[in-house]
């Protein structure tokens, strides 16, 4: 089982940016994701990245405006949230899976998860 600790969410204006972080204990693991839940609204896939090469997948929300990476060796993942709407905001969650999690066609389904971080708040103000 993977420990994963979500944090770097706050409060910003339109137009505004923040950097998540994940850490992860006692490592990254496969495929890792990134998703997000507002309140009333069911949780929603932002992006992947694969455990080796780091290709990226992006939600067409945010396609453009983020940046998913890791580093494997500090057992962290990013997520670069700029160009900041009202509409991202929500509780964003980091998620582990297995290796094959990045290839398949369910990488935007929670269920190819089995680890998750606790969330982090992302606020964006008008």
């Known amino acids: 089982q993977i420990q994963l600790v979500d944090a770097g969410g706050g409060s910003v204006q339109t137009g505004g940016s923040l950097m998540l972080s994940c850490v992860a204990s006692?490592?990254?693991?496969?495929?890792v994701a990134w998703f997000r839940q507002a309140p009333g609204k069911e949780r929603e896939w932002v992006a992947s990245?694969?455990?080796?090469?780091?290709?990226?997948f992006y939600s067409d929300s945010v396609k453009g405006r983020s940046a998913i990476s890791r580093d494997n060796a500090r057992r962290t993942a990013l997520l670069r949230l700029s160009s900041l709407k009202p509409e991202d905001t929500a509780m964003y969650y980091c998620?582990?899976?297995?290796?094959?999690?990045?290839?398949?066609?369910?990488?935007?389904?929670?269920?190819?998860?089995?680890?998750w971080g606790q969330g982090t708040q992302v606020t964006v103000s008008s």
């Open positions: 006692p490592n990254l693991g496969g495929c």
């Open positions: 990245i694969r455990p080796r090469d780091g290709t990226t």
């Open positions: 998620a582990a899976g297995s290796l094959l999690a990045c290839w398949s066609g369910s990488m935007h389904k929670a269920s190819a998860y089995e680890d």
